[in-house]
């Protein structure tokens, strides 16, 4: 009988934990499907941030994919825009649909919070393409703008074509209409197209690709930072060649617009501290980040900028009218 | 006759598909663009519709009165389920779900409340807790 | 000689009695999940990525855990494809084609054992491809054009007609649907939005997965209703034991689907529902002497599961030989390695040889403890069929909404999940098969992104198309597919003998 009591007593008390409420409500949404860039961000940076005890309990992350992460962007605007626990993973991929008007509304919507580190971006060609600096590049498509065909992993108008196409005006290429683009699912896809011969040059993030570079099958004639990288010191910047371009990849995080002021320095602050963690700094340099830190009111005005910058690309190139 | 309504249908279909195609353009990106491939597959599949207007084959018998209603009172309670599973929560919710279909389907009143009694929680538990899925446990009307 | 040996260690890797639970539970997880409706391999992978960090797995433990999780979903996804025509994941829809029918005729024990066995042989025979040429297959792979992969979506879709029903019309135009609904969302060469009507729900398009389970699962429901309730099963469960005998009809076909599937899997991107399709079609096309695919054949179980078994190994050899996933779930697991400071790329085979080969002997190991596990289950899962329809399928439409909130938390998915149930009652009542609608939704978006990649290559030049000796190849093979199947009908061997019996 006193058995049968203590079982029914532990497996009450088992139901009972299970059903606890956890100790903090923190949550990171992931504007995107499990497995991806955002995805990543919200998991690492749960991770680390109950890891170095700057929140209680774990961070619950939530996948709410859709539409580039303007799902999650509706979302939290119409239902979540004071919930002060609440952060939003987003990168300068997100910015630009923003800029394209391809959210449902402008940054000035959300409080930015800060970025942690950014993917740089790449110009690269296969190890035994003729060209073998950004000059060679640019020199050839000057002379005739569809020689080389071009490839991203994103679509004509994302980031990476952007990118791309921000070189070739520095370059003074009057027709970059008529350079040639291919999107594929992924930096890989893209490299690994380039390496069968299909595409000659790729445009991306250098994270996603790193290990080709690591293993020489590709030669990457510009990273586009504007100091050489720590992981890739070797490799040549665009600026050092005579291009002014750059092109970061930034991680980072929005919260609702309601939050209050209060909220808002405390997530910006356990964010720094973060940021300045050991921690950290290695998770960025193993995922081939560069750790920058913009937080607070310096990083809205940077999206707000960068916001700016990106539509007027958009216009130049014709994405928007 | 059925053959015939729903190559009407497909017909309809196919053919506002292919129509809505030819607001899709861009003035940059690939040469192909956003609106051909629509129209490859928009319009074989209009002229198989109407090959199913022409000369149908199959007849449909729908079900009576009583299965209709039985199958619109399902659809019902799937939609509310829907609706209803952020604002009341995931184990009221699912609790009703899993009680109304069992009723619907012939279960004994007896049993049927007993599944819904123990999927409901046993379901949240199972996707929650075991697997690390967050879900309403009560909605937001409640909590 | 030296592969066997690095093989040898690697066994000494996962042999270690941390890493033999991890198989056994991920296996018995993964199959599991699979078997959930609304949850496949790609949500099991994500959900026990933060488990593994919570135990502080090392990325060799980590990644064997992920990979019987994932393997073992590809066993699971057949359960509820033959005993409900409900696939468990997108891979398993070709199984309910004769799976189902089979349950129908109350050999669901039958079908269970075929399929294992026949994703035993395809699981293994991948890992052995895997073992043996993996770099230079990968090497092989990147010859794979744009234009070449545009020929194999061809050649899948002019395969299908054949595939099911009596009216071929009827295929093709489900087919079509299937394509038409794969082109909602936002287009991803251009960003412009096609037939989203202003909703942002929609610009990432239909999820597989949510039209997978209202096709199947909800018109299930609704087919049940038309009749006065009974109370009874859905199915007869019928015997318990599989018998031997009928495992062995399945045998030549495991061998054949096995081949074609690791082929479509070691394609980056073209995956296991490819591998599924292109094996059963093939199957159905050189076996189907007395038209009695489709209405319970086991070569109609063993091929496709066979596919998309070795598709899911051969999809392993992309990404660890070149750090490119070959389907959502590899993708999910090199996401999971970056995070544990493992880069995956070109150099993984050198500068992390335990872990590869501790990975490929987890994989010989977590086959066999699948076939273990799976044959004892059998009388289990027969049994699940002798359950009232009372009590199961609202636990199944429970368990499917759940899978699909708990991932995409948001409820219109689960509008657009009823959407699809009414779409595919109502299309099942005209004698419209639904398993293309999935495969053009699955396929479709691949099969114009890949033509438009290619024309953007060639700057609008369609003969790009034709140029490829590999594309002009598998023009030539669809041809003969196609003629192989006209010749046959007009000798009248594949005469619709069965056609009035798949209707009770």
Redesign the interface.
Known sequence: MILKLNTAYAAGLA?GL??AMPATAA?CIAPA????GW??TC??VG?LLSAEGLVDGNV?????????G??AF?NVASKRANDPELLVATSTVGVTQIA?G?Y?AGVETMRWLAMLGADVGVIAVDDDSPYQSLDDLMGAMKGDP?SV?TAGST????WDHIRLMMLAQAAGIEDI?SI???????G??A???M?????GVVSTDL?E????V??G?IRVLAVLSDEPISAFPDLPTAKSQGYDVTGYNWRGFYTGGGVSDEDYAAWVDRLQKLYNSEGWQ??AK???LEPIWRGGEEFSAYVAEQNEQMAEISRQ???IQ | MSDRLAGFAFFLLATGYVWLSAGYTTSFGDPLGPAIFPRIIGIPAILLSLSLVIWPRHNATWAGPAGLMRQGVAVAILLAYALLLEPVGFVPMTFIAVLGLGLLMGAPPLPGLLVAVVAAPGLYLLFDRLMGLPLPLLGTWIS | METLSLLWDGFAVAALPINLLLIVVGCFAGTLIGALPGLGPVNGVAILIPLTFAFGLDATSSLILLSAVYYGCMYGGRISAILLNIPGDEPAIMTTLDGYPMAKQGQAADALAISGVASFIGATLATIGLTLFAPMLAKAAIYFGPADYFALYVMAFATIGGITGADPRKTLLAALLGLMLGTVGLDPSTGVARYTFGSFNLYDGFDPIVALVGLFAISEILFFLEEKAHGGSMVPPGRVFPRLTRVKEGLGASLRGSLIGFIAGILPGAGASLGAVMSYSFEKRISDKKGTFGHGDPRGVAAPEAGNNAASGGALIPMLTLGVPGSGTTAVMLAMLISLNIQPGPLLFERSPDLVWGLVAALYLANFTLLILNLPLIGMFTRVLGLPAWGLMPLVVAISYLGVYAITHAAFDLLIMVGFGILGYVLRKLDFSLVPIVLGLLLGMDMENNLRRALSISGGDFTVLVQSPIALFIYALTAAFLALSLWLARRGVVAPLHAEQAED
């Open positions: 139901v299970l059903f949550e499907d499990p497995g991806g995805d990543f998991r690492e991770r619950q992350v939530t996948n709410m994919p859709g539409g580039v303007a799902v509706a394209q391809k449902p569809a065909v679509g004509a108008g994302g209409g040639r683009w291919v999107q594929f699912d992924g890989g896809p490299v690994t197209q390496m069968g011969g299909q595409v994270g690709i790193k290990g080709f690591e293993s099958d290695e998770t193993a995922s081939g190139i014709g994405v």
